[in-house]
């Protein structure tokens, strides 16, 4: 029963450089997101999916990009890497595609990412 | 859009007390979800409890309910009989039929034994 899965949990990165953070999901929904969480803040949505092929930009997408090739898969690219994006990233998924639709999200355990 | 306001930074209860943290809102949807999550130590955003807006009964799960005013746009959660387990992190949030979901800043609550 593993739900929402991120890779990795924790990652160290120098300023400027890239990575993926991977997030599958295996409860067939249709809905997938991403948020960050700065220290004693709430989430914020980075982007969002409705479908594989489809994204959309949330509230902060600056500096990183997504993909959706599959209904299972959202990772999400950062581009060059500062500080400002030192956080904890949550994936999560919601909508299954077989009712009932109980409107929450299934969040990932999250990933600890430090830009130094 | 939606907002979602959480003007308590931190509260603090005794065990085996009853604890209210508040939550308001604002969105232009008339079909919306609202929703409190627990995230403790551990990180893992864990759902506490739902409420359907077009349901006027306040949803209720064990030791926990919801106080749900429509027109003020108020959505608090009540936490009966405080467990030390409780301690943690809890969001309030929204989602309207634009399916994104919203988050308060977040209160921290500790549980005293």
């Known amino acids: 029963n593993a739900g929402v899965t991120q890779t990795p949990k924790f990652r160290i990165l120098k300023i400027g450089q890239s990575m993926t953070l991977q997030c599958t999901q295996d409860?067939?929904?249709?809905?997938m997101y991403w948020y960050r969480q700065d220290p004693g803040m709430g989430l914020k949505l980075i982007y969002y999916?409705?479908?594989?092929?489809?994204?959309d930009k949330g509230e902060v997408p600056n500096g990183y990009n997504v993909s959706r090739s599959t209904t299972e898969d959202f990772p999400l690219r950062l581009e060059l890497a500062a500080p400002s994006q030192t956080s904890v990233y949550f994936c999560?998924?919601?909508?299954?595609?077989?009712?009932?639709?109980?409107?929450?999200?299934?969040f990932g355990e999250g990933s600890r990412l430090t830009v130094l | 859009a939606q907002t979602v306001t959480q003007s308590q930074p931190e509260m603090s209860v005794q065990e085996a007390e009853t604890v209210t943290l508040s939550c308001t809102y604002d969105?232009?949807?008339?079909?919306?979800?609202l929703f409190w999550y627990k995230q403790p130590p551990s990180r893992q955003m864990i759902l506490v409890i739902r409420?359907?807006?077009?349901?006027?009964q306040n949803a209720t799960e064990n030791r926990f309910s919801v106080n749900f005013q429509k027109a003020a746009k108020s959505f608090s959660l009540k936490i009966s009989d405080s467990q030390l387990g409780d301690t943690a992190m809890y969001f309030c949030?929204?989602?309207?039929?634009?399916?994104?979901?919203?988050f308060g800043k977040g209160i921290t609550l500790s549980v005293r034994p």
């Open positions: 999560a998924s919601s909508h299954p595609r077989q009712p009932p639709n109980t409107g929450e999200l299934f």
């Open positions: 409860m067939n929904h249709n809905y």
């Open positions: 999916s409705v479908g594989a092929g489809i994204t």
């Open positions: 969105t232009s949807e008339n079909n919306y979800y």
């Open positions: 409420q359907e807006a077009y349901k006027q």
């Open positions: 949030a929204c989602r309207g039929a634009n399916s994104k979901l919203t």
